[in-house]
């Protein structure tokens, strides 16, 4: 204690601990520590003296009695020097803490070691310190200091409670102790030391005076209601617990006071006084009970109170009374007020239609009912006669269907207590006339809690508890509904409580929810043999029936159970009598009153589908004869309104008939289906103006009865011979509408019908085809959409419908594919979507990609759609979508890619190609988010289609791909090529044969095209892989070459490939003159024309190559074998123009060719001189245009001549090598004479240049024959046998001849110009 002064507060506190737990072993030692420290020097001692006094006191309460007197008598004597703050504090918790140490003294006196002391001693002792508190702190101004004050008092108050004499003083501080409810801010220590001081009084037996007990109950129960200040739910337990103890004491006046607050003052003060009697529900007091039914008759009277904090306040005080199990609450139905409140709360709500608001509080209050009802304690004494016959009451008004799942779990209790204790032993327990015979009056009837409880079950919101507390309660009660129903339900009602078990709200599906609750009413109703019991529960619910809100779920729910019910119904003339009366009293004007009805008759068609179906067919013909005569009766506009309820009338009919069909017995729909149902349907929808309810239900009928008979499962050999009527009808109905009025499920309809027997026709599939993609695919765009529709809400439906569409549109592809035995139909739908996919809008490509994207995924996964045969336009549709992938719209793009990736996938399943899942993982990459691997993987997949095109499909896939650059932008053509460049490149071995087509198409889309750079390119890659088809599908051309064929011609020259083109060109010249031309046989004849017209083409293609051509040299490597191809054919056709008229061949072919040419040597001329002009210098050139060397090669007379100018000219410039003397040496021993003179010539000149030339080596076996060839007569034959004797030149041939042949043997050469 020493170290302790002078130091923080909380070092204090920790000593004063350690303090109080050594006095557990050492107490008389610590005390008299504190005794010493508390007199000495007769001052304040420090705080941690106080502070620990009273933590003795409170620890060792007992243990303190024998230092109780010293220590108030030390503190008596040093109160004067005490002022405010900490110390008194301290010296007021000792206070406290010792006077309630005496009050545990005087309650457990017996457990003190110590000699027993008297109430008057401690008194006196606590007595001074008592008044001069009451004499000099009461007036504090300090919030601390008042409440530290407050407490003292109040314990020392308990103390002196016990002494007579004391205790007139004592009522006096308890008024003010009262008061300081108005003077301090924090209440709760007025309330704890108000509820100690009445504790002591209940204790000491002393009777409160009645001014006092009217003053504490007025100011609990203005605490209680003051709702400016927020009162704790522990502060409020306690001043309850005043009120208690004060009622204890004072039964009759707290009575008084409480039914005064009821019947007056403020709400606040009602909702008080209602809590207060709550808690005297439960008080053990038995003074208190007795007055308990006095008020509770008048609590009665606050059940209408406005208020709904008071309605709540009664709410929670019929908690408590009906928890406390007693029997005052008989008199007054408090489980009734409960189901009031509920009901009262709820009708508000529903009374205010969509547009209501739920008030918060009304909202409290119905939570609050339930909670009430589902706390219920069933095991009380007395609870089960109390609550069996008034909850049943409860059950079957559809105003207290929120309060079923407590209300099950009370009644499957009850249920289970009377079967353990017996009816009659619990009879015997409970007081009489507990129920009278009014509320068992008013039980509900069997059926009428059969009924409400399967609406509750079936009910698909707000959540699946309410469905089981429903069946739960259902299986309670089945011995009351009735007692064949027990063994069906032990088993049915698990199976769907096990259904529902795991399930929310969100995964729940209430069709099929509905579906077994249904079936669960149909199984419990088979074991039933009392016709009449069935009757009356079909009567229950058509009663209910007129009771529901139109439209409601509840209702049309109804109409299901209740044709459920005719369905198992027994009384056949009920069952029909039912049925004609829904069908003549039933307004179809009101859809769901027409919804009802198809549901009635088509759930009782169950068992009774032969009578019920002639029911409807009579009913049906009579009203067709009566709408016939009501139609050409009364003025227009009443003709006009009856026509358009009859088109009602007939509607539900339509739907009356299909919904027969999908619940009719299976082995009874087939013999009915074809003429009594779809007959009856088609002949209610012939009208002239079918308005959109009509068309709707055609449609629907059509789809459910096509939906029927798939149902049956294996129909043997049926046909449905109306099935094609019914498709004429849907297709020329879809084609007579506009695009804004498209029904939806027309194409289910169709889907559904090509599932039936007999198929269509590949013609009439086609037709099918092109009519529903003409309906959805040809609609505008979503912009022109969006202005023709007067809201932006109209315009999204109308796009959501026609999505919806597309999707349908996909689904019955999907479906015609499965239903033909072969591929053909895949090719139909190709050729169908081919004008879609090429369209110039965009907005119908995009939809048509839609559709093909749907078609193709489906085909990858099923690949028996295709029936694994190629698709015979295939090629075509690769072209169309490869196209597409470089189309202005990104969803076209990307589409487009998706399709491709598809027909990868199909190809590789149905060639079982051992890469099928390395060709699936390159399709998933077309998700990637990575630009790089996107293109990487597009390339990929590019030339993996690329290889599946058959080479038989390499010109349609050509001729699609290229169409599409008449609607492609000129920035996404390269995208196009690209697919062109990679399909030569990657298909180049198996398009061999296809080449000549190929090339075809390439020059074809070139007269039209202007992507001329591409076409280009395209033809030099085939030509780089296939240069002899290349070549010769070129010159196929016509002789007269067009602008393109020249360009074709040049552009190749100009390429890498030109010289090899050339080579090739010549190659060709050589190899057509292999035959002789000019023979008089006519078979002869056609082979010279068809010579001559391919040396004229293959030379004119070599003027154009060379002019183009960009390599001197290589063209100089090749002249000795062009230059003599050239010469030859220049040779043999010299003089043609002078026997036109004689020869017919050559007539033809100028004529079909129109040449305007005169000599047809000069194209062969021309290409000479076109190559020596790229092979020699330009003065060489010159100077045989100076020597008019062409104008004698072209001249017959003067062809020799000019022959050996050109040699010598070419023996100039250095072109004359041995390779071009060994080609012409065989010119020598030709057939042809003119060759044969040509060469003569050639070698006339070239003699002169032997030496020099190198021509020592020459073959002279050659030279020799060829010379003595000569020596004959070359005059008698040839061009020069027409010349007379003395022209000039004639003598020199023939002289020379020997001469040429001395010096080619001697191997020198002559001089002078006579030898």
Not at 278 to 297: I, N, T, Y
Not at 711 to 722: I, K, P, R, T
Not at 746 to 768: G, I, M, T, Y
Request: charged share 20%; net charge positive.
């Amino acid at each position: 204690m020493r170290a302790a002064q002078g130091v923080t507060g909380d070092v204090k506190m920790a000593a004063s601990d350690v303090l109080v737990a050594l006095a557990r072993s050492h107490f008389r030692f610590v005390m008299s520590e504190l005794q010493s420290q508390l007199k000495a020097m007769r001052k304040v001692p420090d705080e941690i003296v106080l502070l620990t006094l009273g933590k003795m006191a409170r620890r060792y309460a007992l243990r303190c009695i024998p230092f109780a007197g010293m220590t108030l008598l030390a503190l008596h004597a040093v109160l004067t020097q005490v002022g405010s703050g900490e110390v008194l504090h301290a010296v007021c918790s000792v206070l406290e803490q010792w006077s309630k140490g005496v009050n545990t003294y005087f309650c457990s006196w017996e457990q003190c070691p110590f000699p027993r002391k008297g109430v008057a001693q401690f008194c006196e002792a606590i007595y001074p310190v008592f008044r001069y508190v009451v004499a000099n702190w009461l007036d504090c101004k300090e919030e601390e200091d008042k409440q530290a004050v407050l407490g003292a008092v109040a314990a020392m108050l308990g103390v002196l409670l016990h002494e007579e004499q004391h205790r007139e003083h004592t009522w006096e501080q308890l008024l003010w102790l009262l008061q300081q409810y108005q003077e301090v801010r924090d209440t709760s220590r007025v309330t704890k030391s108000l509820s100690y001081v009445l504790d002591i009084l209940e204790g000491v037996q002393t009777p409160i005076p009645q001014g006092t007990a009217l003053a504490i109950s007025t100011t609990v129960h203005r605490q209680l209601s003051d709702v400016t200040e927020e009162t704790g739910l522990a502060q409020k337990a306690v001043l309850s617990r005043c009120i208690v103890l004060q009622a204890r004491m004072r039964p009759e006046e707290t009575g008084v006071f409480l039914r005064s607050q009821l019947s007056g003052g403020s709400e606040a003060g009602r909702v008080a006084a209602l809590g207060l009697l709550g808690v005297l529900a439960h008080s053990d007091a038995p003074a208190a009970r007795e007055k308990l039914p006095q008020v509770v008759e008048a609590t009665r009277s606050l059940c209408s109170d406005p208020s709904a904090q008071v309605r709540r306040a009664v709410l929670e005080f019929s908690r408590e009374l009906l928890s406390s199990g007693s029997q005052s609450c008989w008199p007054w139905d408090v489980v009734g007020h409960i189901f009031s409140e509920f009901s009262r709360t709820s009708g508000r709500l529903v009374a205010g239609g969509l547009f209501a608001w739920e008030n918060p509080e009304d909202g409290a209050i119905r939570a609050l009912c339930m909670d009430i009802l589902g706390s219920l304690d069933v095991t009380l004494r007395g609870m089960t006669k109390l609550l069996w016959p008034r909850l049943l009451q409860y059950v079957v008004p559809a105003q207290y269907s929120g309060m079923l799942i407590p209300l099950s779990r009370c009644l499957q209790a009850l249920v289970e207590r009377r079967q353990r204790a017996g009816c009659e032993e619990e009879e015997e327990e409970e007081e009489p006339g507990a129920v009278d015979s009014q509320e068992q009056a008013r039980l509900p009837a069997p059926q009428a809690l059969l009924a409400r409880l399967l609406v509750m079950a079936a009910a698909p919101y707000p959540s699946r508890e309410r469905a089981v507390a429903a069946l739960q309660l259902l299986q309670a009660l089945r011995g009351r509904i009735h007692r064949g129903l027990g063994v069906a339900w032990a088993t049915e009602i698990p199976l769907l409580l096990q259904y529902l078990e795991g399930r929310t709200e969100s995964s729940l599906a209430s069709a099929e929810w509905e579906r077994r609750v249904l079936k669960f009413l149909r199984a419990s109703l088979e074991p039933v043999e009392d016709k009449a019991w069935t009757v009356g529960l079909s009567q229950e619910l058509s009663q209910r029936l007129g009771s529901s809100a139109a439209g409601s779920w509840e209702k049309l729910f109804l109409y299901k159970a209740l044709g459920t019910v005719l369905a198992a119904c027994q009384d056949l003339r009920h069952v029909q009598g039912q049925v004609l009366r829904f069908l003549q009293e039933t307004n179809p004007v009101e859809l769901s009153e027409a919804k009802g009805m198809i549901s009635v008759v088509s759930h009782a068609a169950e068992s009774h589908f032969c009578l019920l179906l002639g029911t409807l067919t009579v009913f049906s013909a009579a009203f067709t004869r009566g709408w016939a005569y009501q139609a050409s009766t009364g003025w227009k506009v009443e003709r006009r309104q009856r026509m358009g309820r009859t088109q009602t009338i007939r509607a539900a009919l339509m739907r009356t008939y299909s919904g027969m069909a999908l619940h009719a017995p299976k082995e009874q729909l087939l013999a009915c289906v074809d003429k009594e149902i779809m007959g009856n349907i088609l002949r209610l929808s012939r009208d002239k103006q079918r308005d959109l309810q009509l068309k709707l239900a055609l449609v629907q009928s059509v789809t459910e009865v096509s939906c029927a008979i798939q149902a049956v499962g294996d129909c043997g050999s049926f046909e449905l011979s109306l099935k094609q009527e019914a498709t004429r009808t849907l297709l020329d109905w879809i084609k007579r509408e506009p695009w804004d009025s498209l029904v939806y499920g027309v194409f289910q309809a169709l889907e559904e019908l090509s599932k039936l027997r007999p198929p269509l026709s590949r013609k009439e599939n086609r037709n099918l085809l092109a009519v529903c993609c003409q309906s959805v695919l040809s609609h505008p765009s979503e912009e022109r959409m969006k202005k023709g529709r007067k809201s932006v809400r109209a315009a999204v439906n109308m796009e959501l419908l026609h999505r919806r569409g597309m999707e349908d549109l996909g689904h019955l592809i999907e479906t015609l594919l499965e239903a033909e035995a072969t591929s053909a139909c895949f090719d139909d739908v190709v050729h169908v979507l081919k004008c879609w996919l090429t369209s110039a809008k965009a907005w119908e490509r995009e939809r048509a990609l839609r559709v093909c994207t749907h078609v193709l995924g489906a085909c990858k996964e099923r690949c028996e759609l295709v029936r694994g045969c190629p698709c015979k336009q295939l090629g075509s549709l690769v072209g169309l979508l490869g196209s597409l992938t470089g189309d202005c719209l990104a969803t076209c793009r990307q589409r487009a890619w998706v399709c491709l990736g598809y027909l990868l996938q199909m190809h590789a399943k149905s060639m079982k190609v051992p890469q099928a899942g390395e060709i699936r993982c390159l399709c998933e990459e077309l998700n990637s988010p990575d630009t790089e691997t996107l293109v990487k993987t597009r390339t990929k997949i590019t030339k993996a289609v690329c290889r599946c095109i058959p080479a038989a499909q390499a010109v349609d896939f050509l001729t699609a791909i290229l169409d599409s650059l008449l609607h492609v932008m000129p920035p996404h053509a390269r995208v196009v090529w690209k697919w062109v460049f990679i399909f030569l490149g990657e298909c180049r071995k198996e398009i061999v044969q296809e080449v000549p087509k190929i090339l075809n198409t390439l020059y074809t889309c070139m007269q039209q095209s202007t992507h001329r750079p591409f076409l280009l390119r395209a033809v030099f890659l085939l030509t780089h892989f296939h240069q002899e088809p290349v070549t010769s599908s070129l010159l196929q051309k016509s002789l007269l070459m067009d602008s393109d064929t020249v360009e074709l011609w040049r552009s190749l020259g100009r390429s890498i490939l030109g010289i090899r083109i050339l080579r090739c060109l010549v190659q060709k010249l050589n190899r057509a003159g292999n035959h002789r031309l000019g023979t008089d046989s006519s078979t002869c004849g056609r082979h010279n024309r068809q010579t001559a017209v391919e040396t004229l083409t293959i030379t004119r293609a070599i003027s154009e190559v060379v002019l183009a051509l960009r390599s001197t040299e290589e063209l100089r490597q090749l002249l000795p074998h062009l230059l003599p191809s050239l010469l030859r054919w220049a040779s043999e056709m010299l003089g043609g123009e002078r026997l036109l008229l004689l020869m017919s061949t050559w007539r033809e072919l100028f004529l079909e060719c129109h040449m305007q040419v005169e000599k047809p040597c000069r194209v062969f001329l021309s290409a000479l001189e076109l190559v020596l002009g790229k092979c020699m210098a330009q003065k060489w050139t010159q100077l045989l245009m100076n020597r008019g060397v062409w104008a004698r090669l072209e001249d017959p007379l003067a062809h020799p001549e000019g022959v050996r100018l050109l040699s010598s000219v070419l023996l100039h410039a250095g072109l004359v090598s041995p390779c071009l003397v060994k080609n012409l040496l065989p010119w020598l021993v030709s057939c042809s004479v003119k060759l044969r003179v040509t060469a003569t010539a050639f070698f006339a000149e070239v003699r002169q240049e032997m030496g020099k030339e190198g021509l020592r080596g020459l073959s002279l076996r050659y030279c020799c024959s060829g010379c003595l060839f000569l020596w004959e007569d070359p005059w008698r034959t040839g061009p020069w046998s027409g010349v007379p004797r003395g022209a000039p030149g004639r003598d020199q041939v023939p002289t020379a001849l020997p001469v040429l042949l001395l010096q080619i043997s001697r191997g020198g050469r002559t001089t002078g110009t006579s030898e």
